[in-house]
């Protein structure tokens, strides 16, 4: 929701930057995407570990190839719909491999804590988010609304995991993001409510009557 206000301006900006910094070196977009995943994978470690200082660096260190392929991509017009869909998926990945770092180490400190059900609450929010917005836009619907998108998701994130707040993270990212997908969800309702009825033939029952 945040980012919407200056989507331009980011754009623009991200896409000089992947022209100037990767232009010439002819990497692919989808290798930054890939790349991304290989970097989040390499913070689950550090996470389980509970050293969430050094995980919080990766996770944005990581976060700058998720901004940086499609940029690349615009800037090199390499844009194709295979690379949209690499990215979402692989950024599904990323978010639960962030979460799965965490769960392994509140399990280890210790079972059952309130922390396992907000990673959970988290990773249900994080997904359905992501989903009602790709279901949305497929049946032909506007899936953009909601509180915490996914750079928001990502910067809470961080910015947990670098000042040490994990548990008020935790609760931040499992109950916005599931008032994101809920206010998803009433986003499509409300644009379907606002279409046309379309006539439909009455069942043979009710014809004959």
Not at 163 to 184: K, P
């Amino acid at each position: 929701m945040f980012t919407k206000r200056y989507n331009k301006q980011i754009r623009r900006w991200t896409a000089d930057l992947a022209a100037r910094t990767l232009g010439w070196t002819g990497i692919h977009p989808s290798t930054l995407t890939v790349l991304n995943l290989l970097l989040t994978m390499a913070s689950v470690w550090w996470l389980a570990s509970g050293q969430f200082f050094v995980g919080g660096l990766i996770v944005a260190f990581a976060s700058l190839f998720d901004v940086l392929d499609g940029a690349l991509a615009r800037a090199t017009n390499q844009v194709s719909r295979f690379g949209s869909f690499l990215d979402s998926t692989l950024d599904r990945y990323a978010d639960m491999l962030i979460l799965l770092g965490l769960l392994i180490y509140f399990e280890r400190l210790s079972p059952h804590a309130v922390e396992t059900l907000l990673i959970f609450a988290s990773a249900i929010g994080s997904l359905l988010t992501s989903y009602i917005r790709a279901r949305a836009e497929g049946c032909g619907f506007d899936g953009k609304a909601g509180l915490l998108e996914r750079p928001e998701r990502i910067a809470l994130i961080v910015l947990g995991l670098l000042t040490g707040w994990v548990t008020l993270m935790l609760w931040c990212l499992a109950v916005l993001s599931n008032i994101t997908a809920i206010q998803r969800f009433v986003h499509v309702w409300l644009q379907s409510r606002a279409e046309p009825v379309a006539k439909r033939p009455l069942p043979a029952v009710e014809r004959g009557k």
